[in-house]
């Protein structure tokens, strides 16, 4: 179940609350709770577009919450990720499960996947928890975790600044699988480096 129902409620606390919003439903989603994270991405960019949001701020709040939330994860992974697989419960034995997949995802990308994990909901939330119950050392966390995050957050913001609704709802309906998600990645970034090539070229003619 997700933490806000609809898309208009989302709009809605964004607009009142603004960047503040933004930063703190992102932390709280990447650390696991039951955030739509992808989507607030998209109606934040719609929003910077049409000027209810700052631009500035708003992806400043962007980069931050992402970096915070999976930074935080990290942390508990390292600090008590063992206790927690040690314990016993509902929620416990819901969360080895995911903790279980994103554990592949570390076995099979290794450093790659926080990286990667971030465009795969159920595996984002939990690749922090796996470098950090891993060992993994923050120098090299924070390289793969927090580039992923920029263009985690880039591509999405873009989305929904240049195609608004339209681009929400084709996220709404997309539905891949592993191997089409980490094809749909690729594709995207390579777009957007194009596209940042390109703007870069105009504004040196």
């Not at 400043?60 to 990720?81: D, E, P, V």
């Not at 419960?89 to 997949?101: A, C, E, N, P, S």
């Not at 749909?184 to 870069?200: C, D, E, G, P, Q």
Request: glycine fraction near 8%; charge should be neutral; aromatic fraction near 18%.
């Amino acid at each position: 179940m997700e933490f806000l129902p609809d898309h208009q409620t989302l709009s809605l606390w964004l607009i009142d609350y603004g960047s503040f919003a933004l930063f703190a439903l992102l932390t709280l989603g990447i650390i696991a709770f039951p955030v739509p994270e992808e989507t607030l991405l998209v109606i934040s960019g719609a929003l910077m577009h049409t000027g209810h949001l700052h631009i500035p701020q708003t992806v400043i709040a962007a980069f931050a919450g992402s970096i915070c939330g999976i930074t935080a994860s990290y942390f508990i992974g390292q600090s008590a990720g063992n206790y927690i697989m040690n314990r016993q419960g509902k929620w416990i034995d819901l969360w080895k499960k995911h903790l279980q997949r994103a554990h592949e995802w570390f076995e099979r990308f290794g450093k790659w996947s926080l990286f990667i994990g971030y465009f795969i909901p159920g595996v984002r939330h939990f690749t922090g928890l796996i470098a950090g119950m891993s060992r993994l050392s923050f120098k090299e966390f924070a390289l793969y975790a927090y580039t992923g995050a920029v263009f985690w957050v880039s591509i999405f913001l873009s989305l929904g600044y240049f195609f608004g609704q339209y681009g929400l709802s084709w996220y709404d309906q997309l539905e891949i699988s592993d191997e089409k998600t980490i094809l749909f990645i690729v594709t995207l970034i390579a777009l957007y480096v194009i596209y940042l090539i390109s703007k870069n070229r105009a504004d040196a003619l």
